[in-house]
């Protein structure tokens, strides 16, 4: 009698946490969809208000322009300013993930397949590196790259993106822990050296998990607007960031003009996306190499 009782008792715990489960996913559903919604709706609104005129913005501020104009652009597109920012962005963005994904695929494979000592304080380093934001290191990072003459310069900002690989180095660390020893040693009896493997067999096989730590990592410095404001102080080497914040104060009363600056920021992370969109899904879903 006890044991029948103790079983219907489980059965009952397991339909009461199979219900919490499953109202669990339902509202973390809802609000991804809602979340969705929202920034579709958002980026949807500020490139169709890229495409108004002033008075239309004003009258329509919702909704498809009554009239497209690509006056606007013109306008944006035609300043050297602009474009000036445009190109410094796309200068901090490359040599940072170069760097970042040289360097932090080196320190993981490293982290990943060779045992010493510090190896353990390493892990939880660079673990514990996740939980604070770069930003509560910003009055040293500052200090640093004053003594360094690198403010104002868009090679010292790179190097700060550079030096904040925790997450890079996490994502890399879990890739290389799956891949099969055999595969290692059998490159090492045949002779090849560390660096020829990491070149030649380990470097190839990264490529999704490259995709998405350089996505990732496009994406944030691409949007980065706290950093660049506090290290980029002249006019000749301001991002793409600052370049619409700027234009937010410029063209006040002309909003259509800020949405259209805004819509160009927008363009190379849409079209970055679509075009590595597959890779980053193996990325961050695939990770196992098998053997």
């Not at 219900?19 to 490139?47: D, E, H, P, Q």
């Not at 003459?149 to 822990?177: C, D, Q, R």
Request: hydrophobic fraction near 50%.
């Amino acid at each position: 009698m006890g044991n029948m009782m103790r079983k219907r008792q489980k059965k009952s715990n397991r339909r009461i946490e199979s219900k919490r489960a499953v109202i669990g996913k339902n509202i973390i559903s809802v609000i991804l969809v809602i979340y969705t919604f929202l920034s579709i709706f958002l980026i949807g609104n500020t490139i169709l208000s890229s495409f108004k005129t002033k008075q239309d913005l004003i009258n329509n501020t919702i909704g498809f322009p009554k009239e497209f104009t690509m006056n606007n652009f013109k306008i944006v597109l035609g300043d050297d300013g602009f474009l000036r920012y445009f190109f410094n962005s796309i200068f901090l963005v490359g040599v940072s993930l170069m760097l970042l994904v040289i360097v932090a695929s080196m320190v993981a494979y490293g982290l990943a397949q060779y045992r010493f000592k510090s190896r353990k304080f390493l892990q939880t380093y660079f673990l514990v590196g996740l939980m604070f934001p770069i930003q509560l290191g910003i009055l040293p990072l500052y200090i640093m790259l004053s003594r360094l003459h690198l403010t104002n310069n868009l090679l010292g900002l790179a190097l700060i993106y550079t030096a904040n690989m925790s997450f890079p180095v996490f994502v890399f660390t879990k890739f290389f822990n799956e891949l099969p020893e055999s595969l290692i040693e059998s490159a090492r009896i045949d002779g090849a050296g560390e660096f020829q493997i990491f070149k030649s067999i380990i470097t190839p096989i990264s490529k999704p998990v490259i995709a998405t730590v350089g996505l990732l990592n496009f994406v944030t410095i691409w949007n980065d607007f706290y950093l660049p404001l506090v290290f980029l102080t002249k006019a000749s080497v301001r991002t793409l960031t600052l370049g619409v914040y700027s234009y937010t104060a410029n063209f006040l009363a002309n909003w259509n003009k800020v949405f259209a600056a805004a819509t160009v920021a927008l363009i190379p992370v849409i079209i970055i996306y679509f075009l590595f969109s597959d890779q980053i899904v193996a990325g961050l879903t695939g990770g196992a190499v098998k053997g």
